[in-house]
C-alpha cells in the first residue's frame, strides 16, 4: 500500500488549496481513506474522512469549508478547502487501514498567513 500526498502550500486567509492523495494497493470501492493534520506542537488530529462509496464525514471545525471527494478513475482521493484560517495551518497527511494495518503518506504542509 501507497500513499502519495501532494498539494500543500502557502495561502493567505480566506483563500483555497487542494491536497490530492493516491493510493495504490487498496481497493478504492472499499477502503475508507482520511485526511489528518498536525498544527505545530499539537498532536494529530483527523480531519476528513471518505468512504469506499464516496462519504464523506469532517471534523466540525472545517464544516462547510472543506469537501472531501474520490476520483476511482485515478486512484484519487482530493481534499478541497476553501476559507482557509490560520489555524488550519499544518502538515497534511492521508491515512488509510488494510488488513489492520495503518498506512500513512508523506506529509504535505499547508501554511495559512492572516
Known amino acids: 500500500v501507497q500513499l502519495q500526498a501532494s498539494g500543500g502550500g502557502l495561502v493567505q486567509a480566506g483563500g483555497s488549496l487542494s491536497l490530492s492523495c493516491r493510493t495504490s494497493g487498496v481497493n478504492s470501492r472499499i477502503t475508507l481513506v482520511s485526511w489528518y493534520r498536525q498544527a505545530p506542537g499539537k498532536e494529530r488530529e483527523p480531519v476528513a474522512h471518505?468512504?469506499?462509496?464516496?462519504?464523506?464525514t469532517y471534523q466540525e471545525s472545517v464544516l462547510g469549508r472543506f469537501s472531501i471527494s474520490r476520483d476511482y478513475a485515478r486512484n484519487t482521493v482530493r481534499l478541497q478547502m476553501n476559507s482557509l484560517k490560520p489555524e488550519d495551518t499544518g502538515v497534511y497527511y492521508c491515512?488509510?487501514?488494510?488488513?489492520?494495518?495503518?498506512?500513512w503518506g508523506r506529509g504535505t504542509l499547508v501554511t495559512v498567513s492572516s
Open positions: 471518505i468512504t469506499g462509496d464516496g462519504m464523506g
Open positions: 491515512h488509510t487501514t488494510r488488513g489492520g494495518v495503518e498506512f
